[in-house]
């Protein structure tokens, strides 16, 4: 599965567009990982953990959308996007989605 950002992938021709394929998750900061890093942030410096976190709620939702992808009969996402929202105090959502299609 080919997943790519622009509007085309260079030496392949889109036959068909199949529709938006997403992928989302939901993920929530945690009682220990908030004190830690509430300590760090006091001593200034990158908040890993916090890092970490979001870097996995990006991963999953790729992969979801990848899943998505592949039960419309794609070979390919084009155009894809991500975003993120604050679902609760605590709590951000990961969105990925896309352009599903069929190469020749």
Known sequence: ???VSTETIPGE???EALGIARGNTVEARNVGRDITQSLRNLAGGE???YSK???GARDEALQRMIEDAEELGADA???VRMETSTIAS???EVIAYGTAVRLQ
Do not use: F, P, R, Y
């Open 53 to 55: 976190l979001l870097t």
């Open 1 to 3: 599965m080919q997943v």
């Open 13 to 15: 021709e889109i036959d």
């Open 77 to 79: 996402v084009v155009n």
């Open 90 to 92: 605590g709590g951000s």
């Open 47 to 49: 908040l890993k953990a």
